[in-house]
Antibody
Framework: QVQLQESGPGLVKPSETLSLTCTVS????????WTWIRQSPGKGPEWIGH???????MYNPSLKSRVNIFIDTSDNQFSLKLKSVTTADTAVYYC????????????????WGQGTQVTVSS | QSVLTQPPSVSGAPGQRVTISCTGS?????????VHWYQHLPGTAPKLLIY???NRPSGVPDRFSGSRSGTSASLAITWLQAEDEGAYYC???????????FGTGTEVTVL
């Protein structure tokens, strides 16, 4: 049974870099779109970006200048780095596995982690 | 950045049928992009309920069904159960924003 688990600091100072890791256990990291999503209180989820296992990536234009997603196939992990954070980046951050099938239009997320709270504060 | 609009809440008695709407625009659902639905129960990881407008992943009960027409989509839950209480979100690609977007979310309450 494949599981995803987020890890990383729960508190980040303004202007610093938020770094989170998602560990994929029980399955391969190949041939999926590894995705980060966040959700602030009272709002719907926000797609941060995704990276395909063999390299291609797509980031939300509203975050593109500050975000990077990396995949470590040897450790079956993928990570998120978000630079120059502000209090507006405080949210629950989720990692997820994305799927895209021939004949469909758009990635969907068939497996999610539990989420991790990240607070930006001095 | 929620460009897909859902009702904030719906409720129903056990055994009843409820529907959740997801209203988009010409740059997402109206452009033909597929809609997907997720269930987020308290204290658990979000779960995929419907993908590609109408398809249920293995293990999702057939009490859950999806439909889509034009710039809107709907999720129906029949035979409502207490365990269905939680938040539900739609998701699709948006060509104007050039990213994937989620709905505003709907809280389902079982009376």
């Amino acid at each position: 049974q494949v599981q995803l688990q987020e890890s990383g600091p729960g508190l980040v100072k303004p202007s610093e870099t938020l770094s989170l890791t998602c560990t994929v256990s029980g399955g391969s990291i190949n041939n999926y779109y590894w995705t980060w999503i966040r959700q602030s209180p009272g709002k719907g989820p926000e797609w941060i970006g995704h990276k395909f296992s063999s390299g291609g990536s797509m980031y939300n234009p509203s975050l593109k200048s500050r975000v990077n997603i990396f995949i470590d196939t040897s450790d079956n992990q993928f990570s998120l780095k978000l630079k120059s954070v502000t209090t507006a980046d405080t949210a629950v951050y989720y990692c997820a596995r994305g799927v895209l099938e021939i004949g469909t239009s758009g990635v969907w997320l068939d497996l999610w982690g539990q989420g991790t709270q990240v607070t930006v504060s001095s | 950045q929620s460009v897909l609009t859902q009702p904030p809440s719906v409720s129903g008695a056990p055994g009843q049928r409820v529907t959740i709407s997801c209203t988009g625009s010409s740059s997402n659902l109206g452009a033909g992009y597929d809609v997907h639905w997720y269930q987020h129960l308290p204290g658990t990881a979000p779960k995929l309920l419907i993908y590609g407008n109408t398809n249920r992943p293995s293990g999702v009960p057939d009490r859950f069904s999806g439909s889509r027409s034009g710039t809107s989509a709907s999720l129906a839950i029949t035979w409502l159960q207490a365990e269905d209480e939680g938040a539900y979100y739609c998701q699709a690609h948006d060509s104007r924003l050039n990213t994937y977007v989620f709905g505003t979310g709907t809280e389902v309450t079982v009376l």
